[in-house]
């Protein structure tokens, strides 16, 4: 169970000598905390939650160690009786073990995470060290933040309900008080880049083939036979050559003959590399289906070779595609492509006129207080229009309120996801742009419907202050999942500053004038 009782070399300790201010200070990084530390106290839901998630969390990690215990016990006998589920003398309940770290820490990194990013770089650790604010917050809990990597185990364990939860309470807090009744909302979309970069056939074919043997490397450890890798080697060093030198092939006619030449002799190699590829793993599932495994380490050696399959058909696929583009002149299409080794549900997001990204094209919902009301991100390249009723009733879920109005961008148009709007309640929908006013037909130059569009530019602005406030334009983490949690936190963190920044506007608003 991640805890927070590491050695103390590990934790982070807030620094007692050396810093500038000797006590907290006013400023907009010390009311995230002390918001972030009053929003939890406001809504004891959320300790529950987080104290669900690390019981779930000990349970499954209590489970996985008792079946490691079967497994060690089975090792070298006849198993076929055994049954996954028949775990000998594991009670699966908690007993008394090392403290959890406490559930107000664990919801404040959550926060912070959005807002500054993981606590493993080096300019959040100098930050959660130096600041002032944050120990004053916390000291009634800690006197020092756990290690880095036991606050991402922590954070990372909480569970999709919990956050979604969080986003809601934000939400429902800014309409009690009064801060927004998310009644109008705009929808927009953006390009994020993917922590990858820009695919080439060329680099995608080899670190294909390269994880390929490392994976099957890692099969030894349960009795694969090692076999002589010498050749393979040898030709993925000169994949690599080759791959340098198409990256430095430069642009021209004369760079684009010769980048040509150095294909033709990448797709000699890549395929003496493949076709042995393809026939190792042949012998590994031979292997698999002949040799008696203890039922989690078959499951573990499975799973290595799932890799394998999928690593080695992806690297025919693609060098079948490139030898089409370079040879015929056939561009396969993005979908059909693999785009990414380290990211695989990463795709190429061209939006309008601006340069192409590899990443993801998250959908925002924002409402007219500022609040982001909902968010979707899917994998791949997914068109806006087909997004405009998602985006509508995930706002209905989280707010509790069909908007009265709603307005987009042209990209959203479509005559079907007009008339679904209109039938979830939604009275107004501004669509902008040329297709916006063929759609619209009549309604487009209503004095509503024109303060619609006007109104829409704000949206733009809050895609602004998420790229340069809350690094929403550049991914840390990989895979579908971890994108769409990583977003998710960098819209709660904005979520509570602007919950301050408005409950300050209508402080100022309610002060008496000063004297002159």
């Known amino acids: 169970m991640p805890n927070d009782t590491r050695p103390d070399d590990n934790l982070i300790h807030f ?43 000990a349970l499954a990690g209590k489970h996985e160690r008792a079946r490691r215990e079967n497994d060690q016990l089975l090792e070298g006998i006849s198993f076929e009786w055994f049954e996954e589920s028949d775990l000998t003398g594991c009670s699966l309940e908690l007993g008394v073990g090392r403290p959890r770290m406490n559930q107000v820490v664990v919801f404040v990194l959550l926060m912070l995470r959005g807002r500054i990013g993981g606590p493993c770089s080096k300019a959040a650790k100098d930050l959660l060290r130096e600041s002032r604010s944050l120990e004053a917050a916390l000291h009634p809990w800690i006197d020092a933040l756990p290690a880095p990597t036991t606050i991402l185990e922590n954070l990372n364990l909480l569970g999709e309900k919990t956050v979604d939860k969080i986003h809601w309470l934000q939400l429902e807090e800014a309409k009690e008080q009064e801060l927004d009744d998310f009644s109008r ?50 030709w993925l060093t ?48 031979q292997w698999l289906g002949s040799t008696e495994f203890t039922p989690l380490r078959r499951e573990q050696a499975g799973a290595f070779v799932g890799l394998l399959a999928e690593d080695v058909l992806d690297a025919a696929k693609t060098l079948h595609q490139s030898i089409d583009r370079i040879e015929e002149g056939r561009m396969a299409k993005a979908r059909e492509r693999v785009l990414g080794v380290a990211d695989r549900a990463a795709s190429i997001i061209a939006k309008g006129g601006r340069e192409p990204v590899m990443g993801y094209k998250p959908q925002l919902a924002r ?60 009275e107004q929908i501004s669509i902008s742009g040329a297709k916006g006013r ?34 929403f334009g550049q991914l840390g983490r990989t895979g579908l999942e971890a994108v769409r949690r990583e977003l998710t936190e960098k819209v709660l963190a904005y979520n509570l500053d602007r919950l301050i920044l408005l409950r300050k506007r209508n402080q100022q608003a309610l002060a008496p004038p000063k004297a002159a």
């Open 238 to 285: 000169e994949l690599d050559r080759l791959h340098k030198a198409i990256s430095m092939s430069g642009s021209g006619q004369a760079a684009g003959k010769k980048r040509r030449s150095h294909y033709q002799d990448f797709f000699l190699v890549a395929c003496k590399l493949i076709g042995r590829l393809l026939q190792r793993y042949q012998d590994v599932l």
């Open 367 to 426: 409402s007219e207080g500022g609040f982001i009301t909902g968010i979707i991100v899917e994998s791949g390249n997914p068109a806006d229009s087909a997004n405009l009723v998602p985006m509508i009733q995930e706002t209905i879920r989280t707010t509790g309120v069909v908007p009265a109005q709603v307005s987009a961008d042209d990209g959203y148009a479509s005559s079907a996801g007009l008339e679904a709007g209109r039938e979830l309640g939604v």
């Open 185 to 234: 909302i705009a929808i927009d979309s953006t390009a994020v880049k993917a922590s990858s970069c820009w695919p080439t056939d060329s680099k995608t074919i080899r670190d294909l083939c390269r994880r390929f043997l490392s994976v099957k490397g890692k099969l030894e450890t349960f009795g694969l036979k090692r076999s002589s890798s010498v050749k393979c080697e040898s």
């Open 15 to 57: 620094a007692a000598e050396g810093k500038l201010f000797s006590e907290a200070i006013s400023s907009d990084f010390g009311d995230f905390v002390r918001e972030s530390v009053g929003f939890y106290h406001r809504h004891p839901e959320i300790e529950a939650m987080i104290l669900a998630d690390q019981r779930a969390a």
């Open 438 to 471: 063929r759609l619209l037909d009549q309604e487009w130059d209503l004095p509503s419907i024109q303060e619609l569009r006007s109104w829409r530019s704000s949206v733009e602005s809050v895609m602004f202050v998420l790229k340069h406030s809350y690094r």
